[in-house]
């Protein structure tokens, strides 16, 4: 094992000089330009006037990996890499972030080391070396690159790995894109069949006359020994996936927390969380009953009158999100979607079975969309090809709700 540090020295440090009014100063790179994958995303790079004379070494080369030093949140941890293969002698990085290049790429080639650290952000590794300020986590990135150690292997392993590693992410990209379009093919068919479903000369009925609305928990208040499910706001994904975090006892939830059921949709009233489209389905929870944060609104199916997937999709719509997202209330960063839009909120309802023919076109489409997932799976690590004991993570059987009610 090699300390970091011994591999690329200390992180240099970001400038960020002045603003740049006329557009002729030097494109730096900043955190916003970082992306979960370790990719630079070139779009909305500002440029800046530095006057700042000894910045020749720190100039972008090919191979550099950027870390960031400031930014993260209490869900995503601060610490972030990307690795850099753009034009060289072009781009500078911020003052919240670090440079870390390669000292000898005879030994080291700096793909191998990126992807070290990149894997060890991926599984927490820079949690120990937070510290928090307001607003900010910022990384001890001098005692981080210090303590971290990676392994040596003889550099023609470390390019083999490495490229094994790029085709795999070539692949994971591709499946990805797979499944965006199948989601935007979603979306356009609920437009075809349904149109704006804010028309005025279509609309028929008030939302909440077309769905039992954040329905009482009163319904399981002689059930307070059934174990249950409990679901919070990272359960729920922009990409309308529904997880379940562990299981408890009606009693543990009962106060405190939304109540739903297996079929109702659920949607993030909060803000960021209701801008990102947090909106899905409950599905497979213990005993058909499952609990959640109360930042949580809930639409519940009528029978005979409305289904799952055309609540969730007219959610999504871009003409509701643009609506009710413009009558938010609250003040900054605790906005929220409440009740009275919904009460007043007049949309086209379809016939029930032109609803029933999206929801199976919807299911079609779902059922592509985990062949893609399970051709991903298939791709991933080579040279583990063995089959899994195991996929994915046992939910925890507990009691302990401790962890706050406002997920996001």
């Given at each position: 094992?090699?300390?970091?540090?011994?591999i690329?020295?200390?992180?240099?440090?970001?400038?960020?000089?002045t603003?740049?009014?006329?557009?002729?100063?030097?494109?730096?790179?900043?955190?916003?330009?970082?992306?979960?994958?370790?990719?630079?995303?070139?779009?909305?790079?500002?440029?800046?006037?530095?006057?700042?004379?000894?910045i020749?070494?720190?100039?972008?080369?090919?191979?550099?990996?950027?870390?960031?030093?400031?930014?993260?949140s209490?869900?995503?941890?601060?610490?972030?890499?990307?690795?850099?293969?753009?034009?060289e002698?072009?781009?500078?990085?911020?003052?919240?972030?670090?440079?870390?290049?390669?000292?000898?790429?005879?030994?080291?080639?700096?793909?191998?080391?990126?992807?070290?650290?990149?894997?060890?952000?991926?599984k927490?590794?820079?949690?120990?070396?937070?510290?928090?300020t307001?607003?900010?986590?910022?990384?001890?990135?001098?005692?981080?690159?210090?303590?971290?150690?990676?392994?040596?292997?003889?550099?023609?392993?470390?390019?083999?790995?490495?490229?094994?590693?790029?085709?795999?992410l070539?692949?994971?990209?591709?499946?990805?894109?797979?499944?965006?379009?199948?989601?935007?093919?979603i979306?356009?068919?609920?437009?075809?069949?349904?149109g704006?479903?804010?028309?005025?000369?279509?609309?028929?009925?008030?939302?909440?006359e077309?769905?039992?609305?954040?329905?009482?928990?009163?319904?399981?208040?002689?059930?307070?020994?059934?174990?249950?499910s409990?679901?919070?706001?990272?359960c729920?994904?922009?990409?309308?996936?529904?997880?379940?975090?562990?299981?408890?006892?009606?009693?543990?939830?009962?106060?405190?927390?939304?109540?739903?059921?297996?079929?109702?949709?659920?949607l993030a009233?909060?803000?960021?969380?209701?801008?990102?489209?947090?909106?899905?389905?409950?599905?497979?929870?213990?005993?058909?009953?499952?609990?959640?944060t109360?930042?949580?609104?809930?639409?519940?199916?009528?029978?005979?009158?409305?289904?799952?997937?055309?609540?969730?999709?007219?959610?999504?719509n871009?003409?509701?999100?643009?609506?009710?997202?413009?009558?938010?209330?609250?003040?900054?960063?605790?906005?929220?979607?409440?009740?009275?839009?919904?009460?007043?909120?007049?949309?086209?309802?379809?016939?029930?079975?032109?609803?029933?023919?999206?929801?199976?076109?919807?299911?079609q489409?779902?059922?592509?969309?985990?062949?893609?997932?399970?051709?991903?799976?298939?791709?991933?690590?080579?040279?583990?090809?063995?089959?899994?004991?195991?996929?994915?993570?046992?939910?925890?059987?507990?009691?302990?709700?401790?962890?706050?009610r406002?997920?996001?």
């Amino acid at each position: 094992m090699t300390k970091l540090k011994d591999i690329t020295g200390k992180a240099l440090s970001g400038e960020w000089g002045t603003d740049d009014e006329t557009g002729v100063g030097i494109p730096v790179l900043r955190t916003t330009n970082f992306t979960n994958e370790g990719i630079v995303n070139y779009e909305n790079v500002v440029t800046r006037i530095i006057t700042k004379k000894d910045i020749s070494e720190k100039y972008l080369q090919s191979g550099d990996i950027i870390i960031e030093k400031s930014g993260g949140s209490d869900k995503q941890p601060v610490g972030r890499v990307i690795y850099f293969d753009g034009p060289e002698n072009t781009y500078l990085f911020n003052n919240f972030t670090g440079l870390l290049r390669v000292r000898d790429k005879n030994e080291w080639f700096p793909r191998y080391v990126f992807y070290s650290l990149f894997a060890n952000y991926k599984k927490g590794g820079t949690r120990p070396f937070e510290n928090k300020t307001t607003g900010l986590h910022n990384l001890k990135t001098d005692d981080y690159v210090s303590r971290y150690e990676i392994t040596e292997i003889p550099l023609n392993k470390q390019v083999a790995i490495c490229a094994q590693l790029d085709q795999i992410l070539k692949v994971i990209n591709l499946r990805r894109k797979e499944i965006s379009n199948l989601d935007d093919l979603i979306k356009a068919r609920f437009v075809e069949m349904f149109g704006n479903p804010l028309d005025k000369s279509k609309a028929n009925m008030y939302f909440v006359e077309c769905v039992e609305f954040n329905p009482k928990k009163s319904e399981v208040k002689d059930l307070m020994c059934e174990t249950v499910s409990f679901v919070p706001m990272e359960c729920v994904g922009a990409d309308g996936s529904f997880k379940i975090k562990e299981d408890g006892l009606v009693k543990d939830y009962y106060k405190g927390y939304t109540y739903f059921k297996n079929g109702d949709v659920l949607l993030a009233k909060i803000t960021p969380c209701f801008e990102n489209g947090k909106v899905a389905i409950a599905e497979n929870c213990t005993n058909g009953i499952g609990f959640g944060t109360t930042e949580f609104h809930v639409s519940r199916p009528i029978p005979g009158v409305s289904n799952s997937q055309w609540i969730k999709y007219m959610l999504k719509n871009e003409h509701v999100h643009e609506l009710a997202t413009i009558n938010m209330t609250g003040s900054a960063g605790q906005k929220r979607i409440q009740t009275p839009f919904f009460e007043k909120l007049k949309v086209y309802l379809p016939p029930i079975e032109l609803q029933n023919q999206f929801a199976d076109f919807v299911s079609q489409i779902d059922k592509s969309k985990l062949l893609s997932g399970c051709r991903l799976f298939h791709s991933w690590a080579p040279e583990n090809r063995d089959k899994p004991k195991h996929v994915g993570v046992p939910r925890r059987r507990t009691k302990d709700l401790r962890g706050g009610r406002r997920q996001q």
